[in-house]
């Protein structure tokens, strides 16, 4: 059996070699942090084919809920930092 090395061999250019590759650099720390967060705009207009909303959605209420949970958006909440939009 060969290994899996072996398999990706034929898929890398030929000038490369496992050791000449470098890992693709991390993408800036704050890119998508909460610390920037303005704005947190909640779409509860939309209905989905059973007519749930954003809220009546058990899978997406309970993540609605840990999001706003946290401590990064409670803080900015109270400061005024954030706000949350809901339509």
């Given at each position: 059996?060969?290994?899996?090395?072996?398999l990706?061999?034929p898929?890398?250019?030929p000038s490369s070699?496992?050791?000449?590759?470098?890992?693709t650099?991390?993408a800036?720390?704050?890119?998508l942090?909460?610390?920037?967060l303005?704005?947190l705009i909640?779409d509860?207009?939309h209905?989905?084919?059973k007519?749930?909303?954003?809220?009546?959605l058990p899978?997406?209420?309970?993540?609605?809920f840990?999001?706003?949970?946290?401590?990064?958006?409670m803080d900015?909440?109270?400061?005024g930092?954030m706000?949350i939009v809901v339509?």
């Amino acid at each position: 059996m060969r290994s899996s090395l072996s398999l990706l061999l034929p898929l890398l250019p030929p000038s490369s070699s496992p050791r000449e590759l470098t890992p693709t650099p991390p993408a800036p720390a704050d890119a998508l942090h909460l610390t920037h967060l303005s704005h947190l705009i909640l779409d509860a207009s939309h209905l989905d084919s059973k007519k749930r909303s954003l809220v009546d959605l058990p899978e997406a209420r309970a993540d609605l809920f840990k999001l706003l949970g946290t401590k990064t958006v409670m803080d900015r909440l109270r400061e005024g930092k954030m706000k949350i939009v809901v339509f």
